[in-house]
């Protein structure tokens, strides 16, 4: 069963940096598309960074692309979210989440329903 732990988050003024880590375990991520997502509060959750281990494909939402850099360290079973120029808008709790399957709307969603393996989430607070 694959377990995922996040962890890196915290509370950074407005255009900081932090990276975020999703570390698996009882599962190599290699067979995985693994989503990154966020709730802010009283918001749905939104997915705002997948990749496919498999394709290398990488899919950002508009309001984080070019800030948001998704990777993966294979060995480490790892996969990291840098978050650069953050806003007060991106305070979430941000989650990691595994799915066998690829997913990305038309409209460039990343709709979270195919995902059934998640952290529990890590705080990101952007506030000056």
């Known amino acids: 069963q694959l377990q995922l732990v996040e962890s890196g988050g915290g509370s950074v003024q407005p255009g900081g940096s932090l990276r975020l880590s999703c570390v698996a375990s009882?599962?190599?991520?290699?067979?995985?598309?693994i989503g990154w997502f966020r709730q802010a509060p009283g918001q749905e959750r939104e997915g705002i960074a997948c990749m496919s281990s498999v394709s290398g494909n990488i899919w950002y939402i508009d309001s984080v692309r070019g800030r948001f850099s998704i990777s993966r360290d294979s060995a480490k079973n790892t996969v990291y979210l840098q978050m650069t120029n953050l806003k007060p808008e991106d305070t979430a709790v941000y989650y990691c989440a595994a799915s066998l399957y690829w997913s990305v709307t038309p409209g460039g969603e990343i709709p979270d329903d195919e995902y059934d393996s998640w952290g529990q989430g890590t705080q990101v607070t952007v506030s000056s």
């Open positions: 009882g599962l190599s991520l290699d067979n995985y598309v």
